[in-house]
């Protein structure tokens, strides 16, 4: 179902869901910010990509899974901590970033369903906004898949278009969102129709980078594991956590216990973000480390996106956002990467 | 003015030689106007070899990888690494003999000097062209350059893009090198602890939302550790498990890893990491501002560790980097050290 | 998890504890503290029942650890761990909980108390925990002693040790020993001669077999530890072979120049190559280059010329010698405060204001005036003298705040000699207080007053000064409240006590503790006043506080027990709470050789190494080290870090 | 009336000092607060910065440091080296915000059980009026 909205009605339709959290990027100095919002007219919706994906909101920084206590008895008193029942609704995601959930969901949904996450999810609706205000310079979503203007992932789809958005309501969740303030939204004209087409045409030209036949590279990543390129490639790498965490697909997480002292009466038990990209990944407790350098990490992270979990779930495990080649501290670039293993040996 | 052509010239000529194992430099990166660190193995290779103002990494901190790699070699390659080094960077080696983690043999130190313009701070230069995409920057001037974007030619004011370490910077070209490219002139700073003034005015509160603010936006990807050239401990407090275990390890040794933070990035646990590091680096940070570059969401880390050295110099008369021969800040003491602090 | 079996076990030290710690619920809160398999209180743990009370507790709960909450450690800490041992566990694992002095002592509410000594009690759980076994590491002992300073202190202390078998090595700076007493006329409160009772000691220190005397030597260098130290000595050049010098004398005739003497305290001259006095140890002269007008044979060199043993070489040099001892006597004496820092008596420039020394040495038989007491400006007998106590003690706003313990006896002597040579004369003493606390002392005193009939005017003299040939004492009578003027003919000041010159400089290269006046600080004021805080070295004589010749020769002997009962050993042992490096992290930075006070530290291919008989394990290394790489055994971080957590009631 | 605020504290003491100054303020039955719960270490030159975070960290209201006063250490200088680096420690704390009378230093030496009494008892009502350490406290 698609609508048109005016713009100065936008904080109207958002006072009117204030039943739900209401999620926004925000600037806080230079940077973009996924942040509750108190006031409806703190969403502006003329933001750059925010520097983390929205993913923290789903797959949260850190996650207590439980609590527990132990008395002079020894007894455990088990807390769990599963998230709320409050709704919440996220304006202004970029397309790269909702098809990354519909990347993570696949995790969180397959073997084991991942109560926290899927609870999260279900309780989210994502009010996107498709990229035709310029894209970042080193998006490339159309390389791997995605649009400027894919509905993948969304609840709601907005187009900015000058003084009204284009709004399409994908499914039940998105429509409850505009039953709150029904009269707030009008029926498109044809004209209107053509004008969003047009520019979600033109929005598709202005993503200046990608990566030409990568559908040979999961193919050609199979028979490079023990290739010195990543030695190559690697060697200026330090090591950090960036990539990854900034990266709207990236899964891994660490499970760790929280306590006072190592003998604990109490204590927490608490996920939080963890990446291929650190020593203590895949550390064994005898001291081996089977990914103890900079070539075997960056391997990882290359064949994990763009070979097993194309194996496993038909998909690249990258949507093209670009934050890893925008805030790499050495200027490693995935997509000059991925065209050294496609060009690889030819 | 640094001459490229000799650099280039240089850089050849220790690797034709077989002086060096390879040169630790600079080249373009994919987006055509920023310089990345790079490793120049091969003569030839040295033609990418680039030196201007957005020459900012602080290489030194890859001599910590050299340093792994040759401690792993069977028969490692006694020859020194070359590395390109700014003032600042010299000063970074500086402490790294003073720890004896390296020793001078190890390094052939092709100094530069940073001369008037020291090096660019990418977050100001993309604020000044207002994300404009940039396409080439020219360099040459001395206290100006020309910035090529889509929307054509723009002409920017070195010290109104230099990065404020340089700005600051008490050594702006190498205090010690094997080839010393560019000229030894120095550029004194003003006040070459400006950017605490404001900070340190504050009321005991404002400072605290301050920090409060910023460091509740960590997100522990510990770039700021993995890019410092002191940072080179093999195991890092904020580490959950023990990085030297080894097949004789026993097991409560493993077991009785020290938790002294959380590595849930909130608040109380990100203060702690981050007092920490600074305390770690106080009298050995040497202000490459290479942390608070690289953090993804922006905190002003440099702040840190630039007060330690502030005290450090106000408290002890001590700066970092200078001789590698001193005894280092916390390994010693003078009788008439301060002590109205105390009761 | 816990893997340790401890048992936890209150003591009530009567009411000590008991009556503001409610001692059974510290118990029963701490019986059910992870890891604690046993948990009891009892009215006196440290008592033989309450001793057996723990060996059965550990015996019957298979207990491998033990916390003892009552007093400080410093006083049972021994006892417990001994009480462990018997019941055949690690001394080193049983600790001490302090929840008296640091908590019972200290608190009124019961409940703030019970909770405090909890927390501490818990604590040391955590600590105990995470002990290691550890046996005491053993060193064996180099059965040498090295006394330093040739006064009555030292004198005493080596002939102590030597009498019992052990070889010492004596050493003085000036070229003689006897020190300050053989300066002395005669001795309170017996009036006998100093001389007379001093000399058969110091011909016996010569004698003696075991004994090394190295006189005009100074000690340059000292490293090691109790049982085991180097010591360097440097002997200085006295040019003058003492077996070839037979004390003839005629070089001192052809001698051209001369210098005070220093054994007149300046009263008298002596020549550049001298021998200090009669009774010499070493018999033999010196030649003083100070005084000397170079050693250059061509510019001098007479006393060679006429020295028929040819027993003169200006070729000698200082020599270094290195000599290794197993304890160490410090034996270095007092000087008198300078008469100069006095200024309203004269800042020590009017001749016949004289101090205590010099007036010994004026009514000494073998001083300037052969026993006569003349006074130096014009040697006329004086017939007022006028003797002033405490000048510069008891003044902590000028000069030194302490008592000097020995002037109200020596004046009283002074006073009491000076009549006996002159008895038509008139002596007055300016006291402030007498202090004659001793045997035979406050007689004395007495004996002065009513024989001798010497003055005591209680108050202080606010100036002296020169006036037609006489010296003016202004002072006030504070019992009358008069104010009285003395034309004195002679005015002998009682100089307060400092430590010797060079006790300082020795301090630092002993590295043993003196005190805010600079005297050595004995390790406990009550407990253990004749040792110094690093173990193996002691004290004896005046070097530590001032005292008179009794109380030295007392403290000397003191001493030479305590050198005696470590030399008389095989081995000593060690605390083996020392410094332990994990190699795996050392990056050999080197710091912790840097920071390390007992240099027990160093780098051994690019890894720190610890010597654990030097390290005292004071954990500086573990602060300073970047990477903790080096921990102090048994007060590891883990350990802080658990300790911290269970006080915070975690 | 609600209770009035009991703030947690820990003094590290070197053992040959400040300990024994404590000790000497229990013989001589000096009284002062309870809300100082003190930990004996070798020497303040053991002192590492950790340590200090760390006692915030897991909830500490304040933290004493207190050794023996300069030329009186029982390990010669370890409480040199102390100095310099507590006094970095004081700053940087103040630097980021904690109320700066949270944190202290002490000579005491084993003579003064009364100085000992006196810094306790004056630190426990500075820190009083400041309520609970949070800033970083950790949540548990």
Redesign the interface.
């Known amino acids: 179902m698609e609508k048109i909205l005016q713009k100065k009605s936008l904080p109207k339709w958002i006072e009117k869901c204030a039943s739900y959290h209401i999620y926004a990027p925000v600037k806080k100095d230079a940077l973009w910010h996924y942040n509750i919002i108190d006031k409806p007219a703190d969403v502006q919706l003329d933001h750059p990509n925010t520097v983390i994906s929205p993913k923290k909101l789903i797959f949260p920084l850190r996650e207590v899974f439980f609590e527990y206590q132990t008395d002079d008895e020894d007894k455990i008193e088990i807390k769990e901590k599963t998230p709320k029942d409050a709704p919440s609704v996220v304006f202004g995601i970029r397309p790269c970033d909702a098809r990354a959930l519909t990347l993570t969901d696949k995790v969180f949904q397959g073997d084991f369903a991942d109560p926290y996450y899927l609870k999260r999810r279900e309780m989210t609706t994502l009010v996107g906004l498709t990229c035709n205000t310029p894209p970042g310079h080193n998006c490339f979503c159309l390389s791997v898949d995605g649009s400027p203007n894919s509905k993948e992932g969304f609840d709601i789809l907005m187009t900015d278009m000058d003084d009204r958005y284009h709004v399409q309501f994908l499914n039940k969740k998105g429509q409850k969102l505009m039953e709150k303030a029904k009269d707030l939204f009008k029926t498109p004209t044809e004209k209107d129709r053509k004008a969003a087409e047009n520019i979600w045409k033109e929005a598709e030209k202005k993503i200046e980078r990608q990566i030409k036949n990568i559908k040979t590279i999961p193919q050609k990543l199979k028979g490079m594991f023990e290739s010195p390129l990543w030695d190559q490639e690697s060697l200026h790498c330090i090591r950090c956590g960036i990539c990854t965490y900034l990266c709207p697909t990236c899964h891994c997480f660490d499970i760790n216990d929280e306590v006072l002292s190592s003998s604990p009466s109490k204590g927490k038990r608490v996920r939080t973000w963890d990446t291929c990209q650190f020593p203590d990944f895949t550390m064994h407790s005898s001291g081996h480390n089977p990914r103890g350098d900079s070539a075997s990490r960056l391997r990882q992270r290359i064949m994990h996106k763009f070979q097993y979990f194309v194996t496993k779930y038909k998909n690249y495990q990258c949507t093209g956002c670009g934050r890893c080649i925008t805030k790499c501290p050495v200027g490693i670039d995935i997509i000059d990467v991925l065209e050294k293993v496609r060009d690889y040996g030819s | 003015m640094v001459n490229l052509e000799e650099l280039k010239k240089d850089a050849k000529r220790i690797l034709q030689d077989k002086k060096v194992k390879y040169v630790i430099g600079y080249r373009r990166g994919v987006d055509g106007y920023e310089a990345i660190p790079a490793f120049f193995k091969a003569p030839e290779e040295c033609d990418d070899l680039v030196w201007d103002p957005t020459c900012i990494h602080n290489l030194v901190r890859f001599l910590r990888d050299e340093k792994v790699r040759k401690d792993r070699e069977k028969e490692p390659d006694k020859r020194p690494v070359a590395i390109i080094a700014k003032g600042c960077d010299t000063r970074a080696i500086n402490v790294l003999l003073q720890e004896q983690y390296i020793s001078r043999e190890d390094v052939f130190i092709l100094g530069i000097s940073c001369e008037e313009t020291g090096v660019i701070d990418g977050k100001k230069l993309r604020k000044k062209i207002q994300g404009k995409k940039i396409k080439q920057i020219d360099f040459n001037g001395k206290d100006g350059f020309s910035v090529i974007t889509e929307e054509g030619k723009t002409e920017v004011a070195a010290k109104d893009v230099m990065a404020q370490r340089c700005i600051e910077c008490i050594s702006n070209y190498p205090i010690d090198h094997d080839i010393f490219f560019g000229e030894k002139k120095k550029r004194e700073p003003e006040n070459p602890f400006d950017s605490l003034d404001s900070l340190q005015s504050m009321p005991n509160e404002k400072r605290w939302a301050f920090w409060k603010e910023h460091l509740e936006k960590c997100i522990r990807c510990y770039a700021c550790r993995s890019v410092c050239p002191m940072c080179y401990c093999d195991e890092c407090v904020v580490d959950t498990i023990s990085f030297a275990v080894f097949a004789d390890t026993p097991a409560e040794e493993k077991a009785n890893k020290i938790k002294w933070l959380e590595k849930s990035p909130v608040s109380s646990e990100n203060f702690v990491y981050h007092l920490v590091r600074a305390m770690h680096l106080a009298g050995r940070c040497i202000d490459c501002g290479e942390c608070e570059r690289v953090c993804p969401v922006d905190i002003p880390l440099r702040h840190l560790n630039k007060f330690l050295e502030k005290k450090a110099k106000e408290l002890f008369d001590y700066q970092a980097g200078f001789d590698p021969e001193a005894p280092a800040l916390i390994s010693s003491f003078k009788e008439e050290d301060p002590e109205d602090f105390i009761r | ?3 340790k079996r401890t048992g936890v076990f209150v003591c009530h030290c009567g009411i000590n504890i008991a009556g503001t710690v409610d001692v059974k619920q510290v118990a029963e809160k701490l019986g ?1 503290y ?2 604690v398999a046993h948990s009891e209180e009892y009215v006196y743990m440290c008592s033989d029942p309450g001793q057996k009370l723990i060996v059965d507790a550990i015996k019957d709960n298979k207990l491998d650890s033990v916390v003892v909450a009552c007093c ?1 450690p ?1 006083l049972h800490e021994t006892t417990f761990r001994n009480t462990a041992e018997t019941a055949g566990i690690n001394p080193f694992q049983c600790e001490i909980a ?1 929840i ?4 019972s ?5 019961m409940e ?2 019970t ?2 000594a909890v ?2 009690t818990k ?1 040391m759980v ?1 600590k105990v ?2 002990n290691e076994e550890l046996e005491p590491i053993s060193v064996p002992v180099t059965r040498k002693a090295l006394v330093i300073g040739g006064g009555i202190g030292g004198i005493q202390a080596a002939l102590d040790i030597a009498s019992c078998g052990h070889e010492v090595i004596l050493v003085e700076k000036t070229p003689s020993i006897g020190g300050h007493m053989i300066q002395l006329s005669e001795t309170f409160p017996t009036l006998d001669c100093s001389q007379c009772i001093l000399t058969p000691k110091m011909v016996e220190v010569s004698k003696h077999p075991k004994i090394k005397l190295m006189t005009y030597s100074e000690i340059q260098e000292i490293s090691g530890y109790v049982g085991n130290f180097k010591v360097k000595i440097l002997q200085k050049p006295r040019y003058v072979d003492p077996v070839k010098c037979t004390l003839c004398d005629e070089c001192t005739k052809v001698c051209p120049i001369v210098v005070p003497n220093e054994f007149d305290l300046g009263l008298t001259g002596r020549r550049a190559i001298y021998i200090p006095f009669p009774q010499s140890i070493p018999a033999s002269f010196t030649l003083d280059d100070a005084g000397c007008p170079g050693l250059l044979p061509i510019a001098c060199g007479k006393c060679a010329d006429v020295c028929e043993p040819e027993a003169i070489d200006y070729d000698q040099k200082p020599e270094i010698i290195e000599e290794e001892v197993g304890a160490i006597v410090i034996a270095t004496g007092y000087d008198l405060y300078e008469q100069s820092y006095i200024d309203e008596y004269g800042h020590g420039k009017i001749p016949d204001v004289l101090d205590g020394l010099q007036f010994e040495r004026l009514c000494s038989a073998s001083g300037p005036t052969q026993g006569k007491v003349m006074r130096p400006s014009d040697h006329k007998i004086p017939k007022e003298v006028v003797f002033i106590q405490c000048v510069g003690s008891r003044d902590p706003e000028l000069h030194c705040a302490y008592c000097s313990k020995i002037c109200c006896m020596y004046t009283a002597k002074h006073a009491m000699l000076y009549k006996h040579h002159v008895p038509d004369g008139q002596a007055y003493i300016f006291y402030i207080d007498i202090r004659s606390g001793g045997k035979g002392y406050e007689e004395f005193v007495q004996r002065a007053v009513e024989e001798d009939g010497v003055l005591y005017l209680r108050g202080k003299v606010s100036k002296v000064f020169q006036e037609n040939g006489t010296v003016k004492v202004w002072g006030v009578d504070t019992l009358t409240g008069k104010d009285i003027e003395i034309d004195a003919d002679m005015v002998v000041l009682a100089l307060a006590m400092r430590p010797s010159q060079g006790a300082e400089d020795l301090a630092k290269k002993l ?1 043993v ?1 003196t005190d805010k006046d600079g005297f050595f ?1 004995e390790a406990h ?1 009550k407990l253990k006043p004749v040792e110094s ?1 690093t173990a193996g070295m002691f004290f004896a004589g005046s070097a530590q506080a001032p005292k008179d010749i009794p109380e030295t020769v007392a403290q000397a002997s003191g001493a030479a027990a305590k050198v005696i009962s470590i030399l008389s050993q095989e081995r000593l042992y060690h605390s083996p ?1 020392v410094a332990k490096v ?1 190699p ?2 050392c ?6 050789v ?2 390390c ?2 240099e027990a530290i160093a ?1 051994k291919d ?1 890894k720190a190494e610890v010597n654990e008989v030097l390290c ?5 290394c ?3 080290c ?3 790489a080096i921990n ?1 055994k048994n ?1 590891t ?2 350990q ?11 | 009336m609600k209770k009035e605020f009991e703030p947690k504290i820990i003094a590290f003491l070197c053992k040959w000092c400040s300990s024994a100054g404590s000790d000497l303020a229990g013989v001589s039955r000096m009284e002062y607060p309870s809300n100082v719960v003190p930990i004996t270490v070798m020497c303040s030159g053991s002192m590492s910065p950790l340590y200090i975070f760390s006692a915030f960290n897991k909830g500490a209201d304040g933290v004493l440091v207190s050794g023996c006063h300069p030329g009186d250490c029982h390990y010669i200088k370890g409480n040199y080296y102390a100095r310099r680096r507590i006094a970095l420690v004081k700053e940087l704390l103040q630097f980021i915000g904690l109320e700066p009378e949270r944190f202290k230093m002490s000579w005491v030496s084993a003579a003064e059980g009364i100085k000992y009494k006196e810094v306790i008892s004056e630190f426990v009502e500075e820190i009083k009026p400041l309520g609970p350490q949070t800033k970083l406290r950790r949540e548990l």
């Not at chain 3, 008296?100 to 908590?103: F, P």
């Not at chain 3, 990056?587 to 912790?592: F, P, T, Y």
């Open positions: 998890m816990k893997q059910k992870e890891g400080s410093t302090n008296r002095e640091q908590c002592w200290v608190h009124k509410d703030e108390a909770d405090k927390k501490i604590s955590e925990e995470r590295k503790a600080a004021p805080v709470m994990n795996h992290l990056s050999g930075c080197g710091m912790c840097s920071v006070p007992y780098l690019e005292e394990g004071c954990g500086t573990s602060a300073t970047l990477r903790a102090v007060i971080p883990l802080v870090s658990e300790m911290i957590n269970a006080c915070l009631g975690g």
